[in-house]
């Protein structure tokens, strides 16, 4: 089945650097690859994802690259802010199997 | 108006009790899902339904007993409590695509607590 590894599992910057986190998979079956954010006692939200006809995708200040031939994907925030600090997964499915995530990423972005 | 909801948010309860989870969606998606999310915050699949059909069922001890009565909704029982169930429990949904994976969208999560 699907493996997915995450990569740092902590992270700091200063507000206003950039931060990049890195997944790894082992399906090659896989062809979808959303990023969640989770504050402190709330639910993963969506901030971004990617589709494996796709090698990157930009909103705003996050975006998302993909290298299939590698099965590698990361996520990249610029520019951040205080409220960016919260944890970060990846995660990997193909079509009508559930979401196999990463062991996530604590952000803490210091003022 | 809110998208995928559960109840209740809270559950504390004793060793060996017996307790479900509620889980509904608005949203007119075909597919549920049930994850848990353990102490050191990782997120792992427990089963997911398809229009009321079994279809993703991991290794999870038959205490778990998922039941989906329609679509939209997908409930989780619980028998003989044990102190390792205590985690947050997330139901999920999202529309099925038989090509490509689909975006998931979280409830607010249940949090188990068993003394």
């Known amino acids: 089945g699907e493996n997915v590894e995450q990569h740092p599992s902590t992270l700091s910057v200063q507000e206003g650097d950039s931060a990049v986190i890195k997944c790894t998979y082992s399906?090659?079956?896989?062809?979808?690859f959303p990023w969640y954010k989770q504050e402190l006692g709330k639910r993963p939200q969506l901030i971004i994802d990617?589709?494996?006809?796709?090698g990157e995708k930009k909103d705003q200040r996050i975006a998302v690259t993909l290298n299939k031939t590698a099965k590698h994907f990361s996520l990249h925030i610029t520019e951040t802010q205080p409220e960016d600090s919260a944890v970060y997964f990846c995660a990997a499915s193909e079509a009508g199997t559930a979401l196999i995530f990463g062991k996530g990423t604590t952000l803490s972005v210091s003022s | 108006d809110t998208a995928v909801s559960q109840t209740p948010k809270y559950l504390v309860t004793q060793m060996g009790n017996d307790k479900s989870i509620k889980c509904e969606q608005n949203l007119g998606h075909d597919t549920m899902y049930w994850y848990k999310q353990d102490s050191k915050k990782f997120l792992k699949i427990m089963f997911s339904?398809?229009?009321?059909?079994?279809?993703i069922n991991e290794t999870v001890p038959n205490r778990f007993s998922p039941k989906s009565p329609d679509k939209a909704h997908l409930n989780l029982h619980i028998n003989s409590l044990e102190l390792g169930d205590s985690a947050v429990y997330f139901c999920?949904?999202?529309?099925?695509?038989?090509?490509?994976?689909?975006?998931?969208?979280f409830g607010p999560g249940t949090r188990l607590l068993v003394l």
């Open positions: 990617i589709r494996s006809n796709v």
């Open positions: 339904y398809n229009n009321k059909e079994l279809i």
């Open positions: 999920a949904s999202s529309p099925r695509d038989r090509v490509i994976g689909e975006t998931q969208y």
């Open positions: 399906d090659s079956a896989s062809n979808y």
